[in-house]
T-cell receptor, first 111, second 115 residues
Framework: GEDVEQSLFLSVREGDSSVINCTYT??????LYWYKQEPGAGLQLLTY?????DMKQDQRLTVLLNKKDKHLSLRIADTQTGDSAIYFC???????????FGAGTRLAVHP | DTGVSQDPRHKITKRGQNVTFRCDPI?????LYWYRQTLGQGPEFLTY????????KSRLLSDRFSAERPKGSFSTLEIQRTEQGDSAMYLC?????????????FGPGTRLTVL
């Protein structure tokens, strides 16, 4: 079945690292994505990882994929107030074009 | 601005009325998607077009919903006889075709409120 789950809320201090976690159920997932949503703005793709990779790093972002446990995480280094937003984990499944999203994790960054 | 645009940004209607939303994708993108997002949830897939052909529809897309993309460019989503449960943000996205990876670019959404 198709299901993506995330914790709903994360609060971090400015300058610390943030780790947002996601679990998915479909082993046919081909790509896994992290999207960011800010108030009044559209969803913005932050990064993605192909299912045969374990890790991907892009500047302050590190994505880790544990395919055995169907667990995906996004680490944001040196978190800034501008990183405050809702972060969505999403998967695409082989043969389908739609994205399946989690409910989103609200990241709050405080001084 | 060459991103995905949606119109209107906000729509308030009374229950039972019909509404229509428009999406203009990025010009060279031949795939277009509609999603619905309710408060506190992630976007849920509704339907997808490749050029003018509607290739997939979710079971969420009841008979009251119809989507078109007549010339393979802009798309419309119509909801007939709106219900309060239709209140949501309706998101449009577009992408290029081909390969497994196709980044979907999202528009700002149309927020529908049904009174």
């Amino acid at each position: 079945g198709e299901d993506v789950e995330q914790s709903l809320f994360l609060s971090v201090r400015e300058g610390d690292s943030s780790v947002i976690n996601c679990t998915y159920t479909d082993s046919s997932s081909t790509y896994l994505y992290w999207y960011k949503q800010e108030p009044g703005a559209g969803l913005q793709l932050l990064t993605y990882i192909f299912s045969n990779m374990d890790m991907k790093q892009d500047q302050r972002l590190t994505v880790l994929l544990n395919k055995k446990d169907k667990h995906l995480s996004l680490r944001i280094a040196d978190t800034q107030t501008g990183d405050s937003a809702i972060y969505f984990c999403a998967e695409s499944i082989r043969g389908y074009n739609k994205l399946i999203f989690g409910a989103g994790t609200r990241l709050a960054v405080h001084p | 601005d060459t991103g995905v645009s949606q119109d209107p940004r906000h729509k308030i209607t009374k229950r039972g009325q019909n509404v229509t939303f428009r999406c203009d994708p990025i010009s060279e993108h031949n795939r277009l998607y509609w999603y619905r997002q309710t408060l506190g949830q992630g976007p849920e897939f509704l339907t997808y077009f490749q050029n003018e052909a509607q290739l997939e529809k979710s079971r969420l897309l009841s008979d009251r919903f119809s989507a078109e993309r007549p010339k393979g460019s802009f798309s419309t989503l119509e909801i007939q006889r709106t219900e309060q449960g239709d209140s949501a943000m309706y998101l449009c996205a577009s992408s290029t075709a081909g390969g497994h990876y196709n980044e979907q670019f999202f528009g700002p959404g149309t927020r529908l409120t049904v009174l």
